[in-house]
Nanobody, 117 residues
Framework: QVQLVESGGGLVQAGGSLRLSCEAS????????MGWYRQAPGKQREWVAT????????LYTDSVKGRFTISRDNAKNTVYLQMNSLKPEDTAVYYC??????????WGQGTQVTVSS
C-alpha cells in the first residue's frame, strides 16, 4: 500500500497561483506513476495531470496545458502541481493518486482549491 498526504490548497483570486504537494509513504518502490484528479461540485472526478516515474513524462488534460506543471522531488517522495493563471472553473477538490505496479491506485484525502472571480 501507498499512503498519500496532500497539502497546499486554499482560496485564491482568478489569475493567481497555488502549489499543491503530495507526499507518498509506504511501498514507494511499487509506484509507477503519480498525478492529480479533481472533482468540482456536482461533477464527475476529472483527470488533471500525471507524471511517469520512469522517464519523467508529464501528461496534462487540455484545459490545464500551459497553466499547470507537475513535478516531483524523488528525495522527498513528493509530487507537486504548480497551478498558475487560475480560473474559477479550476475550483474543485484536488486528489493525488499513485498507480502501483499491480495496476491499482491509492488516493489522498483531497485538498480544496477555490478560485474566486
Amino acid at each position: 500500500q501507498v499512503q498519500l498526504v496532500e497539502s497546499g490548497g486554499g482560496l485564491v483570486q482568478a489569475g493567481g497561483s497555488l502549489r499543491l504537494s503530495c507526499e507518498a509513504s509506504g511501498s514507494i518502490v511499487s509506484i509507477i506513476a503519480m498525478g492529480w484528479y479533481r472533482q468540482a461540485p456536482g461533477k464527475q472526478r476529472e483527470w488533471v495531470a500525471t507524471t511517469i516515474i520512469r522517464g519523467g513524462s508529464a501528461l496534462y488534460t487540455d484545459s490545464v496545458k500551459g497553466r499547470f506543471t507537475i513535478s516531483r522531488d524523488n528525495a522527498k517522495n513528493t509530487v507537486y502541481l504548480q497551478m498558475n493563471s487560475l480560473k474559477p472553473e479550476d475550483t474543485a477538490v484536488y486528489y493525488c493518486y499513485a498507480r502501483r505496479t499491480d495496476a491499482r491506485d491509492n488516493w489522498g484525502q483531497g485538498t480544496q482549491v477555490t478560485v474566486s472571480s
